[in-house]
């Protein structure tokens, strides 16, 4: 007798067998794969608790160091008398963190490493000055002290001229870099001509990871 091709041929008892086995055989191995995988995710875990552990020392709860960041802020005005006479600018407002010190108008670094400087000044007319010359050269840099060999090095220097400081102006001058610096060594920023400060400016330092 021919069978009817328009029927499929029911499986027998020994291919259910089959696949049933080939079934459970599949599961055990994603079971396993899943066992190994969520076995490889705990071990990197664990060395990861490990090294925040070492990091912030055997007392968990203590919190990691402060990264040490300086800003300067707010330029004190000056009265006139200094005009363009060479001087240190002292700040008003100074914000440190992580072991920098603020002492009569310079920063102190706290550790070896290299740091971001970064500075600004605004010069603009004022009446009061009248010694100056014209033109005018305006210059002012950051001046680093190296505690190590106790000499004076410029960082950063920025100039620029004013044909007529009687006459309305207003300059900006600005500069930034990275350095090496040695615990102990100090920052600060010399200008030429204190008495057309204007009362926005900074002097920024942060220690790059």
Sequence with gaps: MQEDPGHSRRPGPTAGLLCGILFVGSALVVLCSSYRSLDGN??????????????????????????????????M????????????????????????????????????GRYWVYFQLIYSTTPKVSECSKPLLLSQGVIWVQKAHD????????????????????????????FDLAAGDRLFVLTNSPGLLYNLGYLGADLEL
């Design 42 to 75: 705990q071990q990197r875990i664990g060395r990861s608790q490990r090294d925040v552990q070492q990091t912030a020392g055997p007392n968990s709860s203590s919190p990691p160091p402060e990264k040490p960041v300086a800003f300067l802020s707010v330029p």
């Design 77 to 112: 005005k000056d009265d006139g008398s200094r005009g363009c006479k060479r001087a240190v600018v002292r700040w008003n407002g100074n914000l440190t963190r992580g072991g920098f010190k603020y002492e009569e108008g310079q920063l102190v670094v706290p550790i070896n």
């Design 151 to 178: 000499d004076n090095k410029t960082l950063l220097q920025v100039e620029d001229t004013v044909p007529d400081y009687k006459r309305m102006f207003r300059k900006t001058l600005q500069a930034s870099a990275a």
